[in-house]
């Protein structure tokens, strides 16, 4: 079965640093990984995802991850962190075997941005 | 176009009421999701409709029906409502399941005392 880990339920880095979220997934065979963003009273939306392709993946409001398939990794990264990236982030995976796979997705990251 | 949408919003209940959730898409997406978010636990899937006229359990489906009414409507039933039941949910839909993004709609929160 796969499985998703974010590593650190909650980082916080300064207005203006580097943001890192680290996600990680255990799959035999590599997976479709996604990026949602949670602001807060409010449902999930997409960030960007990785289906094939470039492994450097881009999203919206400058976020980008990168697929390391050695690592088995989804990174998330924005070179500077914004006031309003303040939210709570979500890796999640769907199994790229074929046929209906159901979506897993991690335990979420929330980040604090400090002024 | 409203995307995904909820009702009601804002819930409260008492042990052993029963009550439906709807959702309802505008998308014309094939699949439909319903959810429970937990402090620490990220997203739950409960049910889901891969496409409409089939429904098939999630990770957390105990004491929770579901129905796809047609291809834009999907309702989630508690039928006696439990104290562990409290949490937020959230109903989403993709067109293709094995693939493509889940669109959220707002959540709703729900209570029971």
């Known amino acids: 079965a796969q499985s998703v880990t974010q590593l650190g339920s909650h980082v916080s880095v300064s207005e203006g640093a580097l943001v890192l979220l680290r996600c990680n997934y255990s799959s035999s065979v590599p997976p479709y990984l996604f990026w949602y963003v949670q602001y807060p009273n409010q449902g999930l939306q997409l960030l960007l995802k990785?289906?094939?392709?470039?492994?450097l993946v881009k999203g919206i409001n400058g976020f980008e991850a990168e697929f390391k398939k050695s690592e088995t990794s989804f990174h998330l990264t924005k070179p500077s962190a914004h006031m309003s990236d303040a939210a709570e982030y979500f890796c999640a995976v769907i199994p790229s075997s074929g046929g209906y796979q159901k979506v897993t997705f991690g335990t979420g990251t929330k980040l604090q941005v400090i002024p | 176009n409203a995307g995904v949408t909820q009702t009601p919003k804002f819930q409260v209940l008492k042990t052993g009421q029963s009550m439906t959730l709807q959702c309802a898409q505008d998308?014309?997406?094939?699949?439909m999701y319903w959810y429970r978010q937990d402090p620490g636990m990220g997203l739950r899937l409960i049910y889901y409709?891969?496409?409409?006229?089939?429904?098939d359990k999630g990770e957390v489906p105990n004491g929770y029906n579901v129905s796809r009414l047609n291809k834009r409507e999907f309702s989630l039933r508690l039928e006696s409502a439990a104290p562990s039941q409290t949490s937020v949910y959230f109903c989403?839909?993709?067109?293709?399941?094995?693939?493509?993004?889940?669109?959220f709609g707002p959540g709703t929160r729900l209570t029971v005392l």
């Open positions: 409709s891969a496409s409409e006229g089939t429904t």
């Open positions: 990785y289906t094939t392709g470039a492994t």
């Open positions: 998308m014309n997406h094939n699949s």
């Open positions: 989403a839909s993709s067109y293709n399941p094995s693939t493509d993004t889940q669109y």
